[in-house]
Protein backbone atom coordinates (compact mmCIF):
# COMPACT_ATOMS: atom_id res chain seq x y z
CA UNK A 1 0.00 0.00 0.00
CA UNK A 2 1.07 3.63 -0.76
CA UNK A 3 2.50 5.65 2.42
CA UNK A 4 -0.21 7.01 4.48
CA UNK A 5 -0.30 11.05 4.56
CA UNK A 6 -1.74 13.10 7.04
CA UNK A 7 -4.17 16.52 5.86
CA UNK A 8 -5.71 19.59 7.08
CA UNK A 9 -8.17 21.43 5.25
CA UNK A 10 -7.58 24.77 5.95
CA UNK A 11 -10.95 27.06 5.92
CA UNK A 12 -13.13 24.09 6.11
CA UNK A 13 -16.04 26.20 6.49
CA UNK A 14 -16.57 26.39 3.03
CA UNK A 15 -19.24 24.53 1.10
CA UNK A 16 -16.50 23.06 -1.31
CA UNK A 17 -15.26 20.78 0.95
CA UNK A 18 -17.76 18.15 1.37
CA UNK A 19 -17.16 17.20 -2.46
CA UNK A 20 -13.34 17.46 -1.57
CA UNK A 21 -13.94 14.85 1.41
CA UNK A 22 -16.02 12.75 -1.30
CA UNK A 23 -13.27 13.08 -3.56
CA UNK A 24 -10.65 11.99 -0.71
CA UNK A 25 -13.07 8.67 0.25
CA UNK A 26 -13.17 7.70 -3.38
CA UNK A 27 -9.18 8.11 -3.60
CA UNK A 28 -8.36 6.26 -0.52
CA UNK A 29 -6.27 3.48 -2.69
CA UNK A 30 -4.61 6.29 -4.69
CA UNK A 31 -4.08 8.87 -1.72
CA UNK A 32 -4.57 6.96 1.52
CA UNK A 33 -4.84 8.82 4.54
CA UNK A 34 -4.31 8.42 8.27
CA UNK A 35 -5.66 11.17 9.16
CA UNK A 36 -7.18 14.18 8.55
CA UNK A 37 -7.74 17.88 9.96
CA UNK A 38 -10.79 20.43 9.40
CA UNK A 39 -9.50 23.62 10.79
CA UNK A 40 -11.76 27.03 10.13
CA UNK A 41 -11.36 29.62 12.32
CA UNK A 42 -15.35 29.90 12.40
CA UNK A 43 -16.40 27.37 14.73
CA UNK A 44 -20.48 27.62 13.20
CA UNK A 45 -19.57 27.54 10.13
CA UNK A 46 -17.47 24.78 9.74
CA UNK A 47 -20.07 22.86 12.40
CA UNK A 48 -22.48 23.33 9.33
CA UNK A 49 -21.11 20.63 7.38
CA UNK A 50 -19.56 18.84 10.70
CA UNK A 51 -21.76 15.89 11.58
CA UNK A 52 -22.22 15.02 7.62
CA UNK A 53 -18.44 14.96 6.99
CA UNK A 54 -17.92 13.14 9.98
CA UNK A 55 -20.75 10.57 9.11
CA UNK A 56 -19.48 10.33 5.28
CA UNK A 57 -15.78 9.33 6.71
CA UNK A 58 -17.00 7.41 9.49
CA UNK A 59 -18.91 5.15 7.25
CA UNK A 60 -16.74 5.42 3.74
CA UNK A 61 -13.49 5.83 5.96
CA UNK A 62 -13.16 4.19 9.30
CA UNK A 63 -9.72 3.39 9.42
CA UNK A 64 -9.12 7.72 8.81
CA UNK A 65 -9.06 9.27 12.25
CA UNK A 66 -10.81 12.60 12.16
CA UNK A 67 -10.69 15.50 13.82
CA UNK A 68 -12.27 19.32 13.90
CA UNK A 69 -10.73 22.26 15.32
CA UNK A 70 -10.46 25.51 16.02
CA UNK A 71 -6.98 25.84 17.16
CA UNK A 72 -4.24 26.96 14.57
CA UNK A 73 -1.46 24.80 16.37
CA UNK A 74 -3.25 21.42 16.04
CA UNK A 75 -4.13 22.18 12.62
CA UNK A 76 -0.57 22.86 11.55
CA UNK A 77 1.75 21.37 13.68
CA UNK A 78 1.78 17.90 12.46
CA UNK A 79 0.69 17.62 9.14
CA UNK A 80 1.97 16.73 5.92
CA UNK A 81 -0.72 18.50 3.07
CA UNK A 82 -2.76 21.63 4.30
CA UNK A 83 -5.30 22.15 1.67
CA UNK A 84 -5.98 25.36 1.98
CA UNK A 85 -9.37 27.31 0.50
CA UNK A 86 -9.76 30.23 3.19
CA UNK A 87 -12.03 33.65 2.63
CA UNK A 88 -10.98 36.33 4.48
CA UNK A 89 -13.84 38.13 5.54
CA UNK A 90 -16.81 35.41 4.08
CA UNK A 91 -19.59 35.79 1.70
CA UNK A 92 -19.83 39.29 3.15
CA UNK A 93 -16.75 40.93 2.10
CA UNK A 94 -16.85 38.97 -1.22
CA UNK A 95 -20.47 41.12 -1.86
CA UNK A 96 -18.85 44.01 -0.73
CA UNK A 97 -16.18 43.63 -3.42
CA UNK A 98 -18.29 43.01 -5.82
CA UNK A 99 -20.68 45.81 -5.34
CA UNK A 100 -18.12 48.51 -4.48
CA UNK A 101 -16.70 48.73 -8.06
CA UNK A 102 -20.31 48.45 -9.60
CA UNK A 103 -21.06 52.09 -7.59
CA UNK A 104 -18.55 53.48 -10.12
CA UNK A 105 -19.90 51.58 -13.24
CA UNK A 106 -16.94 49.15 -12.64
CA UNK A 107 -17.04 45.18 -12.97
CA UNK A 108 -17.27 43.75 -9.60
CA UNK A 109 -16.08 40.23 -9.33
CA UNK A 110 -14.34 38.42 -7.07
CA UNK A 111 -10.97 38.25 -8.19
CA UNK A 112 -10.92 40.57 -11.37
CA UNK A 113 -10.14 44.42 -11.28
CA UNK A 114 -10.88 46.53 -7.63
CA UNK A 115 -12.82 43.58 -6.03
CA UNK A 116 -9.87 40.94 -7.00
CA UNK A 117 -7.65 43.66 -5.73
CA UNK A 118 -9.62 44.10 -2.32
CA UNK A 119 -10.07 40.55 -1.93
CA UNK A 120 -6.60 39.96 -2.75
CA UNK A 121 -5.04 42.36 0.19
CA UNK A 122 -7.10 40.70 2.40
CA UNK A 123 -5.65 37.30 1.34
CA UNK A 124 -2.38 38.46 1.23
CA UNK A 125 -2.83 39.10 5.21
CA UNK A 126 -3.80 35.97 6.16
CA UNK A 127 -2.03 33.90 3.69
CA UNK A 128 1.47 35.31 5.03
CA UNK A 129 0.54 34.88 8.99
CA UNK A 130 -0.70 31.25 8.02
CA UNK A 131 2.61 30.24 6.00
CA UNK A 132 4.72 31.73 9.07
CA UNK A 133 3.00 29.54 11.53
CA UNK A 134 3.47 25.77 9.22
CA UNK A 135 6.86 26.93 8.87
CA UNK A 136 7.52 27.75 12.71
CA UNK A 137 6.33 23.75 12.94
CA UNK A 138 8.05 22.27 9.85
CA UNK A 139 9.53 23.10 6.87
CA UNK A 140 8.28 20.14 4.38
CA UNK A 141 4.96 20.60 5.15
CA UNK A 142 3.14 21.23 1.69
CA UNK A 143 0.82 23.97 1.33
CA UNK A 144 -1.37 23.68 -1.77
CA UNK A 145 -2.99 27.27 -2.02
CA UNK A 146 -6.19 27.50 -3.96
CA UNK A 147 -7.08 30.77 -1.93
CA UNK A 148 -7.84 33.48 -4.44
CA UNK A 149 -7.27 35.64 -6.38
CA UNK A 150 -4.19 32.93 -6.98
CA UNK A 151 -3.03 35.21 -9.29
CA UNK A 152 -1.93 37.68 -6.52
CA UNK A 153 -1.59 34.99 -3.72
CA UNK A 154 1.23 33.21 -5.77
CA UNK A 155 2.99 36.59 -6.62
CA UNK A 156 2.65 37.58 -3.20
CA UNK A 157 3.93 34.10 -1.59
CA UNK A 158 7.01 34.37 -4.10
CA UNK A 159 8.29 37.45 -3.12
CA UNK A 160 7.32 37.73 1.01
CA UNK A 161 8.72 33.22 1.03
CA UNK A 162 11.05 33.39 -2.07
CA UNK A 163 13.24 30.23 -0.64
CA UNK A 164 10.20 28.62 0.32
CA UNK A 165 9.80 25.42 -1.79
CA UNK A 166 6.83 23.69 -0.53
CA UNK A 167 4.36 25.95 -2.01
CA UNK A 168 1.69 25.04 -4.59
CA UNK A 169 -0.69 27.70 -6.07
CA UNK A 170 -3.62 26.05 -7.82
CA UNK A 171 -7.00 26.88 -10.06
CA UNK A 172 -9.38 24.91 -11.14
CA UNK A 173 -10.58 26.55 -13.94
CA UNK A 174 -8.01 25.77 -16.97
CA UNK A 175 -9.35 22.27 -15.82
CA UNK A 176 -12.70 22.84 -15.52
CA UNK A 177 -12.50 24.35 -19.18
CA UNK A 178 -10.68 21.01 -20.48
CA UNK A 179 -13.63 18.76 -19.27
CA UNK A 180 -15.82 21.13 -20.75
CA UNK A 181 -13.76 21.00 -24.11
CA UNK A 182 -13.79 17.34 -23.97
CA UNK A 183 -17.47 16.75 -23.69
CA UNK A 184 -17.73 19.06 -26.52
CA UNK A 185 -14.81 17.17 -28.99
CA UNK A 186 -16.04 13.69 -26.85
CA UNK A 187 -12.65 12.86 -26.27
CA UNK A 188 -11.91 11.62 -22.83
CA UNK A 189 -10.33 14.35 -20.37
CA UNK A 190 -7.41 12.04 -20.12
CA UNK A 191 -6.35 11.85 -23.45
CA UNK A 192 -6.40 15.79 -23.91
CA UNK A 193 -3.13 17.31 -23.71
CA UNK A 194 -3.42 21.22 -23.84
CA UNK A 195 -0.53 24.26 -24.60
CA UNK A 196 -1.18 27.08 -22.62
CA UNK A 197 -0.27 30.13 -21.24
CA UNK A 198 -1.11 33.37 -19.39
CA UNK A 199 -1.48 34.73 -16.09
CA UNK A 200 -3.96 33.08 -13.91
CA UNK A 201 -7.59 34.02 -14.86
CA UNK A 202 -5.64 35.78 -17.37
CA UNK A 203 -4.66 33.35 -20.32
CA UNK A 204 -5.54 31.31 -23.79
CA UNK A 205 -5.75 27.53 -24.67
CA UNK A 206 -2.90 27.41 -28.16
CA UNK A 207 -3.23 24.43 -28.73
CA UNK A 208 -5.33 21.01 -28.19
CA UNK A 209 -4.42 17.49 -29.52
CA UNK A 210 -5.02 14.24 -28.16
CA UNK A 211 -2.61 11.60 -26.63
CA UNK A 212 -2.14 10.57 -30.39
CA UNK A 213 -1.38 13.56 -31.62
CA UNK A 214 -4.78 14.36 -33.37
CA UNK A 215 -5.21 18.14 -33.87
CA UNK A 216 -8.90 19.51 -32.07
CA UNK A 217 -7.98 23.16 -31.81
CA UNK A 218 -9.24 24.12 -35.14
CA UNK A 219 -12.55 22.25 -34.41
CA UNK A 220 -12.61 23.33 -31.23
CA UNK A 221 -12.33 27.45 -32.23
CA UNK A 222 -14.82 27.39 -35.31
CA UNK A 223 -17.14 25.66 -32.73
CA UNK A 224 -16.95 27.96 -30.13
CA UNK A 225 -17.30 30.71 -33.10
CA UNK A 226 -20.67 29.10 -34.27
CA UNK A 227 -22.03 27.51 -30.66
CA UNK A 228 -23.13 28.78 -27.72
CA UNK A 229 -20.20 27.74 -25.21
CA UNK A 230 -21.50 25.22 -21.95
CA UNK A 231 -19.81 24.41 -19.25
CA UNK A 232 -19.76 20.37 -18.58
CA UNK A 233 -22.03 20.16 -15.89
CA UNK A 234 -24.15 23.42 -17.73
CA UNK A 235 -27.01 21.92 -15.52
CA UNK A 236 -25.68 22.75 -12.09
CA UNK A 237 -24.80 25.90 -12.86
CA UNK A 238 -26.49 29.11 -12.05
CA UNK A 239 -27.17 31.68 -14.81
CA UNK A 240 -24.13 33.99 -14.12
CA UNK A 241 -22.18 31.03 -15.03
CA UNK A 242 -23.79 30.40 -18.30
CA UNK A 243 -23.63 33.90 -19.31
CA UNK A 244 -19.64 33.91 -18.10
CA UNK A 245 -19.43 30.87 -20.55
CA UNK A 246 -21.24 32.43 -23.65
CA UNK A 247 -19.45 35.34 -23.84
CA UNK A 248 -16.18 33.32 -24.67
CA UNK A 249 -18.11 33.47 -27.97
CA UNK A 250 -18.43 36.62 -28.23
CA UNK A 251 -14.58 36.87 -27.81
CA UNK A 252 -14.08 34.26 -30.11
CA UNK A 253 -16.00 35.90 -33.02
CA UNK A 254 -13.39 38.90 -32.66
CA UNK A 255 -10.48 37.27 -32.20
CA UNK A 256 -10.33 33.56 -32.91
CA UNK A 257 -6.58 33.16 -33.10
CA UNK A 258 -6.17 31.51 -29.25
CA UNK A 259 -9.38 30.17 -26.62
CA UNK A 260 -9.35 32.54 -23.40
CA UNK A 261 -9.99 31.47 -20.05
CA UNK A 262 -13.70 32.82 -19.18
CA UNK A 263 -12.53 35.41 -16.69
CA UNK A 264 -11.01 37.34 -19.62
CA UNK A 265 -14.00 39.00 -20.46
CA UNK A 266 -13.83 40.84 -17.05
CA UNK A 267 -11.03 42.54 -19.22
CA UNK A 268 -12.64 42.79 -22.76
CA UNK A 269 -15.91 43.18 -22.00
CA UNK A 270 -16.37 45.64 -19.19
CA UNK A 271 -19.09 47.86 -19.51
CA UNK A 272 -21.18 45.46 -21.00
CA UNK A 273 -20.86 43.19 -17.99
CA UNK A 274 -21.32 46.35 -15.40
CA UNK A 275 -24.37 46.77 -17.87
CA UNK A 276 -25.78 43.38 -17.29
CA UNK A 277 -24.71 42.92 -13.23
CA UNK A 278 -27.95 43.82 -10.42
CA UNK A 279 -25.96 46.04 -8.05
CA UNK A 280 -27.95 44.42 -5.36
CA UNK A 281 -27.94 41.02 -6.11
CA UNK A 282 -24.11 39.82 -7.27
CA UNK A 283 -22.66 36.52 -7.14
CA UNK A 284 -21.89 36.57 -3.70
CA UNK A 285 -25.65 36.20 -3.19
CA UNK A 286 -25.70 34.30 -6.42
CA UNK A 287 -23.24 31.08 -4.73
CA UNK A 288 -25.55 31.96 -0.92
CA UNK A 289 -28.78 31.07 -2.45
CA UNK A 290 -27.23 28.25 -4.64
CA UNK A 291 -25.10 26.31 -3.99
CA UNK A 292 -24.40 26.80 -0.79
CA UNK A 293 -28.11 26.78 0.08
CA UNK A 294 -27.90 23.16 -1.88
CA UNK A 295 -24.37 21.85 0.33
CA UNK A 296 -25.80 23.16 3.68
CA UNK A 297 -29.24 21.49 3.22
CA UNK A 298 -27.50 17.96 2.34
CA UNK A 299 -25.70 18.45 5.65
CA UNK A 300 -28.16 19.57 7.49
CA UNK A 301 -29.75 15.93 6.96
CA UNK A 302 -26.82 14.25 8.55
CA UNK A 303 -27.62 15.49 11.88
CA UNK A 304 -28.47 12.68 14.52
CA UNK A 305 -27.89 9.99 11.73
CA UNK A 306 -25.73 7.01 12.10
CA UNK A 307 -25.66 5.59 8.34
CA UNK A 308 -25.73 6.82 4.98
CA UNK A 309 -29.21 5.83 4.27
CA UNK A 310 -31.30 7.96 1.79
CA UNK A 311 -28.04 10.35 1.83
CA UNK A 312 -25.64 10.73 -1.11
CA UNK A 313 -21.89 11.40 -0.80
CA UNK A 314 -20.87 14.82 -2.28
CA UNK A 315 -17.84 14.20 -4.53
CA UNK A 316 -16.38 14.49 -8.10
CA UNK A 317 -16.58 18.58 -8.05
CA UNK A 318 -13.91 20.30 -10.25
CA UNK A 319 -11.94 21.52 -7.10
CA UNK A 320 -11.95 18.53 -5.06
CA UNK A 321 -10.72 16.25 -7.82
CA UNK A 322 -7.72 19.10 -8.55
CA UNK A 323 -6.56 19.34 -5.25
CA UNK A 324 -6.73 15.18 -4.71
CA UNK A 325 -4.84 14.67 -7.79
CA UNK A 326 -2.22 17.17 -7.18
CA UNK A 327 -1.56 16.14 -4.15
CA UNK A 328 -1.30 12.38 -5.10
CA UNK A 329 0.85 13.59 -7.93
CA UNK A 330 3.53 15.36 -5.34
CA UNK A 331 3.05 12.50 -2.66
CA UNK A 332 4.37 9.83 -4.84
CA UNK A 333 6.19 11.67 -7.52
CA UNK A 334 4.18 11.03 -10.31
CA UNK A 335 4.43 13.99 -12.72
CA UNK A 336 1.30 14.22 -13.88
CA UNK A 337 0.08 16.73 -16.23
CA UNK A 338 -1.40 19.58 -15.23
CA UNK A 339 -1.91 23.25 -16.10
CA UNK A 340 0.16 25.26 -13.22
CA UNK A 341 1.41 28.65 -12.07
CA UNK A 342 4.98 28.61 -11.71
CA UNK A 343 7.92 31.30 -11.72
CA UNK A 344 8.46 31.94 -15.29
CA UNK A 345 12.18 32.22 -15.39
CA UNK A 346 12.33 31.67 -19.15
CA UNK A 347 9.44 29.64 -19.90
CA UNK A 348 7.91 32.55 -22.02
CA UNK A 349 11.23 33.81 -23.53
CA UNK A 350 9.81 37.27 -23.98
CA UNK A 351 8.17 37.96 -20.49
CA UNK A 352 9.26 39.03 -16.83
CA UNK A 353 11.60 36.40 -15.50
CA UNK A 354 10.09 36.96 -12.20
CA UNK A 355 6.49 36.71 -13.01
CA UNK A 356 4.22 33.83 -11.49
CA UNK A 357 2.90 32.33 -15.31
CA UNK A 358 0.38 29.75 -15.57
CA UNK A 359 1.21 27.04 -18.28
CA UNK A 360 0.82 23.72 -19.06
CA UNK A 361 3.24 21.09 -17.09
CA UNK A 362 4.19 18.56 -14.54
CA UNK A 363 3.71 18.18 -10.61
CA UNK A 364 5.60 16.49 -8.73
CA UNK A 365 7.81 15.93 -5.53
CA UNK A 366 10.10 18.93 -6.46
CA UNK A 367 6.38 21.06 -7.07
CA UNK A 368 5.34 22.47 -10.28
CA UNK A 369 7.57 22.34 -13.57
CA UNK A 370 6.12 24.03 -16.69
CA UNK A 371 6.82 22.66 -20.08
CA UNK A 372 8.87 25.23 -22.30
CA UNK A 373 6.50 27.48 -24.02
CA UNK A 374 8.54 29.85 -26.57
CA UNK A 375 8.13 33.03 -27.74
CA UNK A 376 3.89 34.82 -27.07
CA UNK A 377 2.99 37.59 -29.70
CA UNK A 378 2.74 41.20 -28.99
CA UNK A 379 -1.28 41.21 -28.55
CA UNK A 380 -0.53 38.50 -25.55
CA UNK A 381 2.39 40.48 -24.31
CA UNK A 382 0.85 43.58 -24.34
CA UNK A 383 -1.84 42.58 -22.02
CA UNK A 384 -0.61 40.44 -20.27
CA UNK A 385 2.62 42.84 -19.27
CA UNK A 386 -0.02 45.62 -18.27
CA UNK A 387 -1.84 42.96 -16.04
CA UNK A 388 1.47 41.96 -14.61
CA UNK A 389 2.12 45.33 -13.14
CA UNK A 390 -1.24 45.18 -11.62
CA UNK A 391 -0.40 42.32 -9.91
CA UNK A 392 3.23 43.15 -8.82
CA UNK A 393 2.05 46.71 -7.90
CA UNK A 394 -1.04 45.23 -5.82
CA UNK A 395 1.74 43.22 -4.06
CA UNK A 396 4.45 46.34 -3.43
CA UNK A 397 0.90 48.13 -2.06
CA UNK A 398 0.31 46.07 0.47
CA UNK A 399 4.29 44.78 1.32
CA UNK A 400 4.90 48.20 2.09
CA UNK A 401 1.32 49.29 2.78
CA UNK A 402 1.53 52.12 -0.31
CA UNK A 403 -1.36 54.30 -0.85
CA UNK A 404 0.39 55.51 -4.36
CA UNK A 405 1.18 51.98 -5.48
CA UNK A 406 -2.44 50.84 -5.14
CA UNK A 407 -3.75 53.68 -6.85
CA UNK A 408 -1.52 52.86 -10.18
CA UNK A 409 -2.22 49.14 -9.94
CA UNK A 410 -5.72 49.52 -10.33
CA UNK A 411 -5.23 52.65 -13.10
CA UNK A 412 -3.51 49.51 -15.10
CA UNK A 413 -6.18 47.48 -14.42
CA UNK A 414 -7.63 47.07 -17.67
CA UNK A 415 -11.74 47.21 -15.93
CA UNK A 416 -10.28 50.49 -14.29
CA UNK A 417 -8.20 52.47 -16.90
CA UNK A 418 -9.28 56.10 -15.26
CA UNK A 419 -7.43 57.23 -12.34
CA UNK A 420 -10.25 58.77 -11.06
CA UNK A 421 -12.60 56.34 -10.82
CA UNK A 422 -9.56 54.52 -9.26
CA UNK A 423 -9.32 56.71 -6.68
CA UNK A 424 -12.65 56.87 -5.96
CA UNK A 425 -13.55 52.78 -6.08
CA UNK A 426 -9.93 52.21 -4.27
CA UNK A 427 -11.04 55.03 -1.37
CA UNK A 428 -14.59 52.74 -0.60
CA UNK A 429 -12.42 49.76 -0.77
CA UNK A 430 -10.23 51.19 1.92
CA UNK A 431 -12.90 52.06 4.38
CA UNK A 432 -14.73 48.93 4.06
CA UNK A 433 -11.29 46.75 4.39
CA UNK A 434 -10.57 48.82 7.42
CA UNK A 435 -10.30 45.60 9.62
CA UNK A 436 -7.71 43.77 7.29
CA UNK A 437 -5.69 46.11 5.20
CA UNK A 438 -4.27 49.61 5.59
CA UNK A 439 -2.50 51.90 3.04
CA UNK A 440 -0.81 55.23 3.84
C1 LIG B 1 -13.55 29.00 -10.57
C2 LIG B 1 -12.24 29.69 -10.34
C3 LIG B 1 -12.01 29.89 -8.88
C4 LIG B 1 -13.19 30.62 -8.26
C5 LIG B 1 -14.48 29.92 -8.57
C6 LIG B 1 -15.61 30.85 -8.12
O1 LIG B 1 -13.50 27.69 -10.09
O2 LIG B 1 -11.14 29.04 -10.85
O3 LIG B 1 -10.85 30.64 -8.73
O4 LIG B 1 -13.03 30.68 -6.87
O5 LIG B 1 -14.60 29.67 -9.92
O6 LIG B 1 -16.78 30.19 -8.18
P1 LIG B 1 -18.12 30.74 -7.55
O7 LIG B 1 -19.05 29.69 -7.99
O8 LIG B 1 -17.90 30.84 -6.08
O9 LIG B 1 -18.40 32.06 -8.18
MN1 LIG C 1 -9.25 30.11 -10.09
Not at 143 to 155: F, G, K, M, R, S
Not at 163 to 181: A, G, V, W
Not at 193 to 221: C, I, P
Request: net charge negative; charged share 25%; with cysteine.
Amino acid sequence: MRKQHVITISGAGSARVPALVGTLVNYKERFPLSKIIFYDIDKDRMGLMEAYNRLVLKCRYPKCQVVFTTDEEEAYRNTDFIFCQMRVGKTSMRSLDEKIPLRYGLVGQETCGPGGFAYGMRSLGAMKQMVEKVRSYSKDTWILNYTNPAAIVALGLDRMFPDDKHILNLCDQPFSLMKSYSKILEVPQERLRARYFGLNHFGWFTELKDTDGKDYFNALRSYLKNHDFKPFNAEQRSKSWLDTYVRVNKYMKLLDEYIPTTYMQYYMFPEEIVAESDPNYTRAEESRDSREKDVFDICARAVGKDNMDGLDMLTNSVFGNLMVEVAESIAYDLNNEFIVMVKNRGIIDNFEPEAIIEVAGTIGKEGAMGYPYGTIKPFYKGLMEGQYAYELLTVEAFMEEDYTKALMALTLNRTVVDPSKAKAVLDDLMAANKDYWILR
